[in-house]
Nanobody
Framework: HVQLVESGGGSVQAGGSLRLSCVAS????????MGWFRQSLGKQREGVAI?????????????YYPDSVKGRFTVSRDNAKNILSLRMSSLKPEDTAMYYC??????????????????WGQGTQVTVS
């Protein structure tokens, strides 16, 4: 069991910045990927930032972003504290969504597909106006 708790959401004007945090607890040793997804009303959940946390890579933390946020969003982790962070800048109204932290025990998290991930937080709302 893995528990994920997000924080840091809020309202910000277009062009502003925001940082989200996700605290992971429980059995996190088998997670190969962790990341952030977002979902707006009436739309499917979309991956916005994924980081490889398994043992397959020898190059350090490998990250994955869709084109819509690349260059604006940065995901990082604090291994000692099991905290995943998402730094967002140059925010746009279309970034408005509920943002979720997730963990994947499989091998396909890099595809940024929600169905691949096994554990989810409750979400934190981000509103850009």
């Amino acid at each position: 069991h893995v528990q994920l708790v997000e924080s840091g959401g809020g309202s910000v004007q277009a062009g502003g910045s925001l940082r989200l945090s996700c605290v992971a607890s429980g059995n996190t040793h088998n997670s190969n990927y962790m990341g952030w997804f977002r979902q707006s009303l009436g739309k499917q959940r979309e991956g916005v930032a994924i980081i490889y946390t398994g043992t397959k890579s020898v190059y350090g933390d490998t990250t994955y972003y869709p084109d819509s946020v690349k260059g604006r969003f940065t995901v990082s982790r604090d291994n000692a504290k099991n905290i995943l962070s998402l730094r967002m800048s140059s925010l746009k109204p279309e970034d408005t969504a509920m943002y979720y932290c997730a963990a994947d025990r499989g091998n396909f998290g890099y595809q940024l597909r929600a169905r691949t991930f096994d554990f989810w937080g409750q979400g934190t709302q981000v509103t850009v106006s």
